[in-house]
């Protein structure tokens, strides 16, 4: 997958539970991509959508926009977090229908792929985006707990818990 998916224009869509390692594996894929030689860039959904719509306002849109369309990789982290305004929604499309079959994404998300189409104010707008990307692409599905959460329980247990733990296990 991941030698391939760039040269077929391929996306990548990993979607699981917060903390399950989602930007991780897309700044790893990011990475390689990196060592192959691609153009890379990685962005939080939350600053795309603000970058685009800051453009707006002095005109330089189209300009901002192929910032997003230009790299090999296009990495949108953090992708759903809210729904999209229509402006927003907008822009997501016309990225999209830019970069197809030119360009790969890697999307990660907290929510089912089957409920992004809900995100979008106008379905069919909605469904039109998606449909480029998900037809194109290849899913990782990631369960279990945050990694996080795992990691601050290890730190906030005292030596003589862990002890405890420890003598519980042998």
Not at 14 to 23: H, M, N
Not at 73 to 101: K, N, P, T
Not at 125 to 146: K, T, W
Request: include cysteine.
């Amino acid at each position: 997958m991941t030698r391939h998916y760039l040269q077929e224009s391929r996306h990548i869509l990993i979607v699981g539970p917060t903390g399950t390692g989602k930007t991780h594996l897309a700044q790893a894929l990011g990475h390689q991509a990196c060592r192959q030689g691609k153009r890379v860039r990685f962005i939080r959904a939350a600053t795309l959508l603000r970058e685009l719509n800051a453009s707006r306002a002095d005109h330089t849109w189209e300009r901002a926009l192929n910032r997003f369309v230009a790299p090999e990789l296009l990495i949108i982290d953090d992708f759903g977090l809210s729904a999209l305004s229509f402006s927003q929604a907008e822009d997501i499309y016309e990225l999209i229908a830019q970069r197809h079959l030119k360009s790969s994404f890697i999307f990660t998300s907290n929510r089912k792929i089957e409920a992004w189409v809900e995100l979008f104010p106008d379905p069919a707008m909605g469904n039109a985006a998606l449909d480029r990307v998900v037809s194109q692409s290849y899913h990782v599905i990631l369960e279990g707990d945050s990694y996080r959460r795992k990691e601050q329980q290890a730190k906030s247990s005292s030596p003589q818990q862990e002890e405890a733990a420890m003598k519980s296990k042998a």
